[in-house]
């Protein structure tokens, strides 16, 4: 069973913020969200990670549910080099063995 | 540091050889993870090690795979004899473990193993 149900694909335009939704519905009350995202031909990039409140970094932020059932990465200003596939995943820490799914393809279009 | 190092990038093997992919993680981390990326399964975990000891290695496809950890710097996925169905990219990841802070898995940038 998947663990996540994240959107195929979705386009950006250059410079709008760019809102990923994911669905984590049975996500542990002890597992954090974390969002990896994979850049073609690299290996998967760390950019954040939430356990109930919202969070910030120099990359994203992330939004999460108050029934953590869900959550949002939000790319303030994208660019051309966002342009990746975006993980969500529910994990007790970062040094839990990731399972990826399917995953969101992010085309940022100019 | 200059991250998790992969070697080779690039490998093409013909099917019954044997391949090594080899792996440097980040200098002090403890963790070390072996993933595979093909288009219709994705990424897969195939098998982890904390302090160089094999944790779970149920991702392990068969026999033909293994994998060791022989020190804190260094790690090896063995194909022998490798087939067709074995190509994919390998990623090598490591992560430290922290009681005081979150940690994340940092990635390598993978090896191609194409077998023909």
């Known amino acids: 069973d998947a663990k996540t149900t994240q959107p195929t694909s979705m386009d950006c335009a250059e410079g709008r913020a760019a809102n990923l939704p994911c669905n984590h519905s049975?996500?542990?009350?002890?597992?954090?969200v974390y969002w990896y995202r994979q850049i073609h031909s690299q290996g998967p990039q760390y950019i954040i990670h939430?356990?109930?409140n919202n969070e910030t970094n120099e990359m994203a932020s992330l939004i999460i549910t108050e029934d953590r059932k869900s959550s949002t990465l939000i790319l303030p200003h994208a660019t051309l080099r966002d342009t990746a596939v975006y993980y969500c995943?529910?994990?007790?820490?970062?040094?839990?063995?990731?399972?990826f799914g399917k995953g969101t393809r992010l085309s940022v279009i100019a | 540091d200059a991250g998790v190092i992969q070697s080779p990038r690039h490998e093409v093997t013909e099917m019954g050889q044997e391949v090594t992919l080899r792996c440097k993680p980040i200098?002090?981390?403890?963790?070390l993870f072996w993933y595979r990326q093909t288009m219709m399964r994705g990424l897969e975990l195939l098998i982890y090690?904390?302090?160089?000891?094999?944790?779970?290695d149920s991702g392990m496809p068969e026999d033909r795979f293994s994998a060791k950890m022989p020190n804190a710097s260094f790690s090896t996925l063995k194909i022998q004899p490798s087939e067709p169905r074995d190509s994919a990219v390998y990623f090598c990841?490591?992560?430290?473990?922290?009681?005081?802070?979150?940690?994340?898995?940092?990635f390598g940038q993978g090896t191609r193993l194409t077998v023909v």
């Open positions: 990841a490591s992560s430290l473990a922290d009681n005081l802070v979150n940690t994340e898995a940092f």
């Open positions: 049975t996500i542990s009350g002890n597992e954090y």
């Open positions: 939430g356990l109930k």
């Open positions: 995943i529910p994990a007790i820490s970062g040094n839990t063995p990731l399972v």
């Open positions: 200098s002090g981390h403890d963790y």
């Open positions: 090690f904390n302090n160089n000891v094999p944790i779970d």
